[in-house]
């Protein structure tokens, strides 16, 4: 019994029952066979969590939105600029208490090269209702290339608890349909 | 040995104080009785007070009952986590360590005294810990992620608790080694005991984790070090945070082998096996921690995959292998019990009447299905960016902590109450019902969590209309259908909660004393301890319901598993 001593002293010479063999080994291969398709995913999936980050002083990141933002701002919206980058090109969100700063207009279709940081406490970046997330630490700067691939209104949430106004920490991002005449524009005028 | 020590060991063991269970026939040591006794009472205090937290933080939860302000949702949640996930688990866990080498065993309990001074330390950092977070500045989620800062105090309450669990665990070892030593025992230790072993290894490297990352973080928050760094922190944190889940795992699974043998005279299919999945829980822990830094900044893909698979899985194959042999030894048990005809006689006609049998097998049930493949899916190097942080999480973890652990806890001191209290059970119709209750409740929470995460509804979260954000966004409807689903089964929890609690509280005081020749209520098996079944493929009947069982688990597994890659193949593209 599971009580007491095992029977045989020397347990580990024990015949294995065959169901008990044959489930370690299913159980084995599916564990490998989940391994490989991680590692599968990085090749044929196109949604990889990318691995660069940067060390930066939360003061350098704040001014480096900032600056972004006030280069390629369209308007405002509830005193939160609305800031519409060049496709391709690097884009800044910044976490703090409690907002995502600023809001971004994106193009569908496009890739962006989206910097993500925290000037105070952890935060936790959710799209939503896409469902993407992603956890952003104060220092650090992690560099992801995002392709919107469906037009429309996005929140973003925070995930990570920041304290007492974490439930008022949200922010938004436009994706509008491609623009073919205007993103011919944009490659004539060698932007 | 020379004569001496013979007589030596002879009179420190008539030291002690023995009585024999007429129901087992082990000899119990008083003095392991009384620590078990006291460890078993605290834990279920601590879960009074974190489960009526739990209610409260899921009626507020509950959009249309959103009960407590956010200050106090906040510190209820801190509260709420602190006292169930260690408070309540940790005291009992170190009950079924002392029973699981001394009352098995046979042996006496060496240095009560310093057992009873780990037994104090426990309780005094649960104590300092509960009035710092509720003296308010401490709701910092009991992860205490920095830069947020609790009051100090906060973290010396976690110290001082951890140090006590480690005086536990070094009572535990020392039991071992002495009863060895005093021939308690023939042969090798029991495979329960040998869980228990495993879950007290584990421990000592937990805590050890936790002393690195806890000492600095309470330093820091007295003044004495700049700076904590946030990934850092986390690194180690979830050193900790991971492997004492793999505590919980270790000590519920050896429940589950207990409650198997003194119900059903279960024997296990082979001593190999199990030990072997015990042993892969040891082998295969560290770096674990990995899946909960799925979604950092920085850290390298290798990094993660091999941390969350190679570590990961083989402790999973460990989990999935007793999924097999726990069930399997039950079914040999029963068909040997006369339980023979067609696939699942010998499941219809087991014990279900008995809250103990009830209790585990739920648990068995759930911890497979709800805890254990949610806990892959999130713990896979892509998956996790969709749902980490979500309320998908606590989903998840109540799958395994509340129907896995919480629930086997609950069946286990329905043996408890009677073998080491000697007392027997009052109520027992609601004893009875109380694991269904529960179960159910439990299983409710996980499940409706988890949907509200995959809809993207934030975990720690006070108001999902973010009435009060200055950009607004609306959940969906189905969001906000299952947080109230999540309410409801929350109240059913809660029941089940009290009546456990109005069970243990109501025997330990009211119950009648048991005395020599009394016919339990909930009575064990009959054959007084011994074996029914045999070992090897020879002497065993074949196990078919059993199969099928573990054959609907492995198809739900892969389905799910691949549903969970469907959802990512649609996201947004990132790299
Ligand atoms: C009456 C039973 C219970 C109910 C109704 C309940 C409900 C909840 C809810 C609604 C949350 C909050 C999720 C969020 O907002 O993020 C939560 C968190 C949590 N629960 Fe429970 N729970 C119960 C029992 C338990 C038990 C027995 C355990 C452990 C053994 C447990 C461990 C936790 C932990 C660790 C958290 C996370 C706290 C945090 O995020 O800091 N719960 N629970
Ligand atoms: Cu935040
Ligand atoms: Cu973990």
Redesign the pocket.
């Known amino acids: 019994m599971a009580v007491t001593p095992p029977a045989q002293r020397i347990w580990w010479n024990e015949p294995i029952e065959r169901v008990e063999l044959t489930w370690v080994i299913i159980a084995f291969l599916w564990g490998l066979f989940m391994f490989g398709f991680m590692i599968a995913w990085h090749f044929i999936g196109g949604q990889n969590l990318s691995r660069e980050a940067y060390r930066i002083a939360p003061s350098k990141y704040e001014a480096k939105v900032e600056e972004f933002a006030k280069k390629h701002t369209v308007r405002e919206e509830k005193g939160v600029p609305v800031v519409k980058p060049p496709a391709g090109s690097d884009i800044y969100i910044l976490g703090r208490l409690w907002q995502w700063w600023p809001i971004l207009e994106l193009e569908k279709g496009q890739s962006y090269r989206v910097h993500i940081s925290s000037i105070d406490w952890q935060h936790g970046f959710s799209l939503q209702p896409t469902n993407i997330n992603i956890q952003v630490h104060p220092g650090y700067e992690h560099v992801i290339t995002l392709t919107p691939t469906e037009a429309g209104e996005f929140g973003i949430v925070c995930n990570e608890f920041c304290g007492i106004g974490h439930h008022t920490m949200t922010g938004k991002i436009y994706v509008t349909e491609p623009k073919r005449a205007e993103s011919g524009q944009r490659l004539a005028d060698g932007r | 040995m020379t004569a001496e020590t013979v007589v030596g060991v002879g009179r420190r063991a008539a030291a002690a104080d023995f009585r024999t269970c007429p129901y087992t026939g082990l000899k119990v040591d008083a003095a392991a009785q009384t620590l078990i006794k006291a460890n078993a009472v605290a834990a279920v205090v601590f879960l009074l007070i974190g489960g009526l937290m739990g209610l409260l933080v899921a009626l507020t939860r509950w959009p249309a009952v959103h009960l407590l302000p956010a200050d106090w949702f906040y510190l209820v949640l801190t509260g709420h986590g602190a006292n169930v996930l260690l408070f309540w688990i940790i005291f009992f866990e170190i009950a079924v360590l002392y029973f699981a080498s001394a009352v098995l065993l046979n042996c006496r309990l060496p240095a009560p005294k310093f057992a009873w001074l780990g037994f104090a330390l426990m309780v005094v950092g649960a104590i300092i810990t509960n009035v710092v977070v509720l003296q308010g500045e401490s709701s910092v989620m009991f992860t205490s992620y920095p830069p947020m800062m609790a009051k100090p105090n906060f973290y010396l309450g976690l110290i001082l608790f951890a140090v006590g669990a480690l005086i536990g665990c070094a009572i535990f070892f020392a039991t071992l080694a002495i009863a060895k030593q005093e021939r308690t025992y023939e042969g090798s230790i029991p495979l329960v005991t040998f869980g228990a072993l495993t879950a007290a290894i584990i421990a000592v490297f937990t805590i050890a984790s936790g002393a690195i990352i806890l000492i600095p973080t309470w330093l820091w928050s007295l003044g004495l070090i700049g700076e904590i760094d946030p990934l850092m922190y986390k690194v180690v944190w ?1 050193a900790m ?2 492997s004492s ?1 793999q505590i919980n795992v270790s000590a519920h699974v050896s429940i589950w082998y207990m409650v198997g043998a003194l119900l059903l005279g279960a024997k296990p299919l082979s001593e190999k096996v199990s030990r072997t999945a015990f042993f892969l829980y040891i082998l295969f822990l560290q770096l ?2 990995a ?2 830094l799925l979604a950092e900044p920085g850290l390298t893909a290798s990094w993660k995959i091999v941390n969350t698979s190679y570590m990961m899985y083989l402790a999973v194959l460990g989990s999935m292998i007793h999924g097999l042999t726990v069930p399997g030894s039950i079914e040999a048990a029963q068909r040997k019990n006369g339980y023979d005809k067609g696939v699942f006689e010998w499941l219809r006609k087991a014990p279900w009447g008995n809250p103990a049998f009830a209790g585990m097998f739920l648990s068995l049930v759930m911890f497979g299905f709800i805890g254990g493949i949610s806990g892959v899916v999130l713990g896979t190097e892509q998956l996790n960016v969709l749902m980490h942080n979500t309320i998908y999480v606590p989903g998840h973890f109540h799958g395994t902590v509340v129907t896995g652990t919480t629930l086997a806890f609950m069946a286990g001191t329905y043996l408890v109450l009677p073998l080491i209290f000697q007392r027997e059970i009052v109520w027992p119709k609601l004893a009875k019902i109380q694991p269904y209750l529960f179960g159910i409740g439990a299983a409710g929470i996980s499940l409706f969590m988890m949907g509200a995460g995959t809809l993207g509804v934030a975990r720690r979260h006070w108001d999902i209309t973010f009435s009060d954000a200055e950009l607004s966004f609306a959940h969906s409807a189905g969001a906000f259908l299952m947080m109230g689903l999540n309410g409801v089964f929350a109240i059913l929890a809660a029941l089940g909660g009290a009546i456990y609690v109005l069970v243990v509280v109501g025997t330990v005081l009211f119950g009648k004393k048991i005395t020599a020749g009394h016919k339990l209520t909930f009575p064990l098996h009959a054959g007084g301890g011994a074996a029914v079944s045999q070992y090897g493929s020879h002497a065993t009947t074949k196990l078919p319901g059993t199969i099928v069982l573990v054959a609907i688990f492995f198809v739900c597994f892969v389905l799910y598993y691949f549903i969970n890659w469907k959802y990512l193949s649609e996201l947004w593209l990132f790299r």
């Open positions: 979830w945070g991971h889940q674990a921690s899946h909960h």
